[in-house]
């Protein structure tokens, strides 16, 4: 038995029986078991490669011996197209020769140069989450023929060199030759890029000049990729890789840059960040982690303290961290870091602290912090770009060009500057461009824009900065006040949604700098978007904070500000603490002799009496102003003012004096250009008497133009008026599970907005009335069931459900 000391049996299983090797002659290479387990499995090599995602030439090349050494995850890819047990599966990974032990095989035409094992792709220590479209498409691009150059583009911590991995890895099938990985984050010098990818390589070092040459030559008539990470600040190599990719007509490069290289060939992919739970309702844990970024950060935090649960009651907070960090791979990373010792709450509250903490040791220098990751993307950026990139932190929500171009650009540069330092910029990926209705429209990543904001702070001009922004945005809500009445107020309602945030910041600027007057104007001019687009507790806010912050104010501001308030506060359901707003307001403009003004003061005192239920004295007032609007040829107000009027005599039964009044609204808003939101005021009380007199048909029609203008300029409030006429009216018609469904997407589209769709009571029990009445006379024990389906549906399945009854189009008459 000594003897046999030598002498080590492996067992081998096969499906045949067993077979005993003696392991002092050799293991039976890779590719004769691989041939074997095919053929007993009764597959072709173009079958096998099928069910395993690879190429029947890469099977061949295995089979072989061209490919001695597969890699792991393609060994795991035949295990299981083969179906084989566990033990067949150790036993074929354990065919594979050990890298360290066998010399690689030179190629004819750089069989000196050779010297290392063919270099494959790191392995990263957690898996990649949320990428699965990106993979995808990367994939697809890579198994295209045609790539040459696939350039990842998109700001730093956004995933590009962990999606080139996996995406590298599951390509590898189409490269017969291999993958390599070259990382160029440490190379001080372009210079280095082309000896780094021939050290990858394996090439020996040869002479600088011929280096290109050698690499050329090793490569040519390969099919292989090479994955060159972190190009950005290397790119006077760009066209060495060019040379590369011309001179090796079979090679593929799949580059990570925050910038494309520009060269021949290139295709870019623009690395998108994780998608963003939804908050527009309180999310509950599957809604979180139904979202990429969400679950991103739940699965980090189990990673770091196994005990992290998602819950209800911290779905919320993980959501809107979600959110902060714009879907930042990295920022999330790191913030979930933290909840070993923050819980979600506290940790949003103290969210730049913890970007700012050390992340993983084994992640490279530059990405231990947010800021280290922000501070690499600066140090590439020349001084005019620096001095942009900083003043752009001002925005929110986003800015166009012709804002950056009075914002951003300073004193030192002109327009054209401005438009090539930006462009610049998106091509660094540290700003994102994106076609809009209104276009093209441009965004920092919120941690981006926080890094950007502290370097603005530490030039000394932010105060500057912050004057220009404020006064570009209250200058565009003055300008707004014509448009806003005009035939282009829809795209100007949606320009100022858009640039809501931008707004925002101006107002608060204005009131915290003393600059009442000027906000005054603004509010003067734009109060019907607030109005129209259901911002109006907000409006009525920035007016109440203004209004406090100015005791002193000029009369003319003081007027405006009050009227604003006024006027959204009625529009809120409140009466008694809006009329003496309204009355000092009108005073002053009587003062003033402001007939405009006091023209529209004298409308919103009217609504406001009108919701005293002081009906004579309310009445009055708004014929009072009626007729000063058409004195001073104001058809569009004074058809709003007469369309109000008229749910007086029709609250009292008199239905000949309410549709005299209605039918004289409807004919003066026809008449004027763009009165959309006016036409529906006198559209609404000819539906209610076409319903009380038993015309359901018309009251239907009247309805659903209503429905339709209010779409189109984005009244939700007017929506869903519209849509509790129409379910009052399909309750009288019989039709009582469309009228529970069109009142239960009523009720929730109310509770996401900031506003009373019945300010009156009379309006309140009538609905309440119809809503009981129908109710009754509803079978069994659905009518709940019923309800909340109309109330699960979105708000554009609500409005088509609304108009599929009778598929009306066009004006009603």
């Given at each position: 038995m000594?003897g046999?000391s030598r002498?080590?049996?492996?067992w ?6 067993v077979?005993v ?6 293991v039976?290479?890779?590719?004769d078991r691989?041939?074997?387990l095919?053929e007993?499995?009764?597959l072709?090599q173009e ?6 995602g ?8 295995l ?7 597969p ?5 795991t890819?035949?295990?299981d197209?083969?179906?084989l047990?566990e ?10 020769p050990?890298?360290s ?6 190629s004819?035409?750089?069989s000196?140069d050779l010297d290392?094992?063919?270099?494959g792709l790191?392995?990263p220590?957690?898996p ?10 990367i ?7 045609g790539?040459?150059?696939?350039t990842?583009t998109?700001s730093?911590g956004i995933?590009?060199?962990r999606?080139s991995?996996?995406a590298?890895?599951k ?9 390599a990985?070259?990382?160029?984050a440490?190379l001080?010098n372009?210079?280095?890029v ?5 050290r990858?390589?394996?090439l ?5 000049l011929?280096l290109l040459?050698?690499?050329c030559?090793?490569?040519r ?9 972190n190009?950005?600040?290397v ?6 890789v060019?040379?590369?990719i011309e001179?090796?007509?079979?090679l593929?490069m ?9 060269v021949r060939?290139?295709?870019?992919y ?9 908050l527009?309702n309180a999310?509950?844990?599957?809604e ?6 969400g ?8 990673a ?10 911290n779905a919320?907070?993980?959501a809107?961290?979600?959110q ?6 990295l920022?999330l990373?790191?913030?979930?870091a933290?909840t070993r010792?923050l819980?979600?709450?506290?940790l949003?509250s103290?969210l730049n602290?913890?970007?700012?903490a050390r992340g993983?040791?084994d ?5 231990r912090t947010m800021?280290?990751?922000l501070?690499?993307?600066?140090e590439?950026?020349?001084?005019l ?7 752009l ?28 330092l930006l462009?610049?910029?998106v091509?660094?990926s540290l ?7 209104g276009?093209?429209?441009y965004r920092?990543?919120e941690?981006?824009?926080q890094?950007a904001l502290?370097?603005l ?7 500057e900065v912050?004057?220009?922004h404020?006064?570009?945005y209250?200058a565009?809500g003055?300008r707004a006040g014509?448009e806003?009445?005009?035939p282009e107020?829809?795209a100007?309602?949606a320009?100022?949604?858009t ?9 608060q600027w204005?009131i915290e700098?003393d600059e009442?007057?000027?906000l005054?104007?603004t509010?003067?001019?734009m109060?019907?978007f607030?109005?129209l687009?259901?911002?109006?507790d907000?409006g009525r806010r920035?007016m109440e ?5 100015g ?10 500000l009050?009227f604003?308030a ?8 409140d ?8 009355e ?8 003033l002799?402001?007939r405009d003004?006091i ?9 406001i009496?009108l ?23 104001r058809?569009r107000a004074?058809?709003a003012?007469?369309?109000?009027a008229?749910?007086v005599p029709?609250a009292?039964?008199?239905?000949g ?6 039918e ?5 808003a026809?008449?004027s250009?763009?009165a ?7 559209l609404?009380?000819?539906?209610a008497?076409a319903s009380a007199?038993?015309a ?18 984005g009244d ?7 849509l509790e006429?129409?379910?009052a009216?399909?309750?009288?018609g019989g039709e009582l599970?469309?009228?529970?469904r069109l009142?239960?997407?009523?009720e929730?589209?109310l ?7 019945y300010?009156?009571a ?13 109710r009754?006379?509803f079978e069994g024990?659905a ?5 909340n389906?109309?109330?699960?549906l ?5 409005v ?5 009854s009778t598929?009306t189009?066009g004006?009603a008459r």
């Open positions: 000594a046999h002498l080590l049996l492996t081998f299983g096969t499906r045949k029986g077979e090797r003696d392991t002092t002659r050799g039976a290479p890779f590719g691989l041939r074997r095919r007993e499995a009764g072709t079958e096998l490669a099928s069910r395993a690879l190429t029947a030439r890469g099977i061949s090349d089979e072989r011996g061209v490919r001695k050494r890699y792991p995850h393609t060994v890819s035949l295990a197209a083969l179906g047990s033990e067949e599966r150790a036993d074929l990974a354990a065919a594979v050990p890298r032990r066998e010399k690689p095989r030179p004819q035409k750089a000196r290392v094992p063919a270099p790191p392995s220590a957690t990649l989450v949320g990428r699965e479209r990106e993979l995808r498409e994939e697809d691009f890579l198994g295209r023929s790539t040459r150059l696939l990842l998109g730093g995933g590009k060199t999606l991995i996996e590298a890895r390509s590898e099938g189409y490269f017969p030759d291999g993958v990985f070259a990382a160029l440490p001080g372009a210079e280095l082309v000896p780094t990818i021939s990858v390589l394996g020996k070092e040869a002479a600088k011929f040459d050698t690499l030559g090793h490569l008539g390969k099919r292989m990729l090479i994955v060159l990470d190009f950005e600040h790119m006077e190599a760009a066209p060495d060019a040379a590369l001179s090796c007509k079979h593929t799949l580059v990570t840059s925050r910038a494309p290289l520009r060939d290139e295709q870019e623009p690395v998108p960040p994780l998608s963003l739970p939804d527009t999310p509950d844990p599957d979180v982690l139904g979202s990429s970024s679950r991103l950060f739940v699965e980090r935090a189990r770091v303290y196994p005990a992290f649960d998602l819950t209800g009651e919320g907070a993980v809107v961290i979600c902060r960090l714009d879907g930042l791979p920022a990373e790191l913030a979930a933290k010792f819980d979600p709450e506290a949003l103290r602290q913890a970007l700012q993983a040791q992640l490279p220098e530059r990405q800021r280290a990751t501070d690499w993307s600066h590439l950026l020349h001084g770009e620096r001095n942009l990139f900083r003043r932190s001002v925005f929110a929500g986003g800015f166009t060009l012709e804002a950056t171009e009075t914002v951003g650009g300073g004193r030192e540069s002109g327009d054209e500057d401005v438009l090539v462009g610049n910029l091509e660094q700003v994102l461009a994106a076609a809009s209705p276009g093209m429209r920092i990543l941690p981006v824009r890094y502290e370097r702070e530490e030039s000394g001009e932010a105060e912050r004057r220009w404020a006064g570009y209250l565009l003055e014509l806003l009445k005009g107020q829809p100007w309602l320009r100022l949604e640039e809501l945030g931008n707004l925002r910041v101006a107002i204005s700098h009442v007057g000027t005054a104007r509010a003067w001019s109060w019907k607030w109005w687009r259901g911002h109006r907000e920035w904070e203004a209004l406090a912050s005791p002193r104010l000029p009369a003319p501001a003081r007027a405006r009050l604003v006024a006027t959204l506060g009625r529009a809120l359901g009466s008694e603490s809006t009329l003496p707003l309204i000092e307001s009108l005073t002053l403009f009587r003062r002799g402001d003004a023209a529209d003061a004298l409308s919103t005192a009217g609504l009496t919701g005293q239920e002081r009906y004579e004295e309310g009445l009055a007032l708004l014929e009072e102003s009626v007729d000063l609007n058409l004195e001073l040829g058809k004074a058809a003012m007469l369309g109000y008229a749910t029709l009292q039964g008199d239905t004096r309410a549709r005299q009044l209605a004289r609204a409807l004919s003066l026809r008449g250009e763009g959309r939101d006016v036409l529906y005021v006198a609404h009380p000819l539906a008497m007199e038993g359901h048909e018309r009251a239907a029609r009247l309805l659903e133009e209503s429905l339709r203008l209010s779409v189109e300029i939700e409030s007017n929506v869903a008026y519209c006429g129409l379910a009216v399909a309750a009288a599970e469309r009228a529970a009142w239960g997407a009523a929730a589209l509770e996401t907005i900031e506003v009373m769709i300010p009156h009379s309006d309140r029990l009538l609905r309440q009335r119809q809503v009981a009445g129908a009754a006379r024990e009518w709940e069931a019923v309800w389906e109309g109330r699960a979105g708000f554009k399945e609500a088509a459900y609304a108009l599929e598929g189009s004006p």
